[in-house]
């Protein structure tokens, strides 16, 4: 049976150029142009560093996207996932054709509705209504379709009591509703949403999941979600790209890419990571791990053994005392699993190098994959510093005495709980 194919990537990569100066000096444009007369490639695009945010380059360019290929069939619900920095934000612009790719061309049969920050296609000075009819008319729709489907975009959006008042008096999160049921309803064949929908609450959130499974299921639109809510894309897609480095690294059913994106499926992964750009005037966080107590960081994590979390960072401030570590750990569902922090022990950060260690007690973590989120919190009241996903480890089964229960227990951790029998 033959494909029907509604988007096509093919070679896409996307260069930047560091600094203030976004399109590169004089000299470097009259270079370009000087290669181009004489038929011959750009010569800036055969220098830049990866775009790996926890290092230094030595470039002053830098490849946000190299070498993107895949296709999108009508219907698919694809997930793009990855780190902060990985290039998803870059490569949902390129496709919604907001910006143009370096190298490499977009293939797509169909009108794309993009939804990919806050107000994106909306003018501050217009009513919401207005704006409905204006991202109708950029869709190509007549205004005949758009009156058509006017009252139920504002019943979905929830924002009646305010649709004829400028969408600059809007919160951020009505602004987000209306975007969206305009996207929706106005029916495109192609659907793009990036993490935009974090911003709509609860109910809005699992609403709009909603009605993104009827635009695929029932409509047989196609739809691009990029989240770090893995429970949403694991729910909602069918299939997953993830990105790393600016790289397609794994394409595959939404399962195996979630699974590998947390941590699970990639055998190089090392419980440690260093860093050397996290560097402010206050801090420098240089390295990150968990070993079982008395073990390497090369070696795995055993569940009925004390797992140990090591922190090393350098302070600079005179004032270290004023700092702390807060860490919030997530499941492989990527849902929030509980917050600690060294602010609430006796143990206090210092000018100049700490290394800051936890420790769980044994038989704490059931066997899983898991993932750490770092804030540096500034007077306990607000966060200076935060990288989500900063760490992926994975913990696995101590070899249970047998004669036990076999079978994975329910739950991500297993609490030890003091019990008395006072009969």
Not at 60 to 82: H, K, T
Not at 116 to 133: A, P, Q
Not at 271 to 298: A, P, R, T, Y
């Amino acid at each position: 049976m033959e494909k029907d194919i509604i988007l096509k990537a093919e070679n896409i990569s996307k260069q930047y150029r560091l600094g203030q100066v976004g399109t590169g000096t004089l000299s470097h444009d009259l270079n370009r142009w000087w290669h181009q007369v004489r038929g011959k490639e750009n010569p800036y695009l055969k220098i830049g560093d990866t775009n790996d945010r926890s290092t230094k380059g030595e470039s002053d360019y830098v490849w946000a996207l190299q070498d993107i290929n895949f296709e999108v069939e009508r219907g698919d619900v694809l997930g793009i996932i990855g780190k902060n920095g990985a290039g998803k934000s870059t490569l949902l612009k390129i496709l919604s054709k907001v910006t143009a790719p370096t190298t490499g061309s977009i293939k797509s049969r169909g009108r794309i509705a993009s939804l990919l920050e806050v107000g994106t296609g909306f003018h501050g000075e217009m009513t919401g209504r207005e704006n409905i009819y204006l991202n109708g008319a950029i869709l190509g729709m007549t205004k005949k379709e758009i009156t058509s489907k006017i009252d139920e975009i504002i019943e979905f959006s929830g924002c009646e009591r305010y649709i004829d008042t400028p969408v600059k008096r809007y919160s951020s999160g009505m602004t987000v509703r209306l975007a969206f049921a305009v996207a929706a309803f106005l029916e495109p064949e192609i659907l793009v949403i990036d993490e935009v929908l974090a911003v709509g609450d609860a109910e809005f959130q699992k609403k709009a999941i909603g009605k993104m499974q009827d635009i695929s299921k029932q409509g047989g639109r196609t739809v691009l979600f990029v989240s770090h809510n893995m429970a949403a894309v694991k729910s909602l897609c069918t299939r997953g790209i993830v990105l790393e480095y600016g790289k397609v690294v794994l394409d595959d059913d939404i399962n195996t890419a979630v699974s590998y994106y947390l941590g699970g499926a990639d055998s190089e992964r090392s419980n440690s990571k260093k860093f050397d750009c996290f560097d402010s005037e206050i801090f420098h966080l240089k390295e990150i791990g968990l070993q079982n107590v008395g073990k390497n960081f090369d070696e795995p994590l055993l569940e009925n053994q004390k797992i140990e979390l090591v922190t090393e960072l350098f302070l600079k401030s005179d004032e270290a005392e004023r700092y702390h570590v807060t860490y919030h750990l997530y499941n492989d569902m990527g849902e929030s699993l509980f917050s600690f922090s060294n602010n609430n022990s006796t143990e206090i950060l210092k000018k100049g190098r700490n290394i800051l260690t936890c420790t769980f007690p044994e038989n704490f973590f059931q066997s899983g994959n898991f993932s750490l989120t770092i804030f540096i919190v500034e007077d306990k009241r607000h966060s200076i510093f935060k990288e989500s996903d900063i760490i992926h480890f994975t913990v696995v089964d101590g070899e249970r005495e047998l004669g036990v229960y076999m079978g994975r227990e329910p739950g991500y951790i297993k609490p030890s709980f003091n019990w008395k029998n006072k009969n």
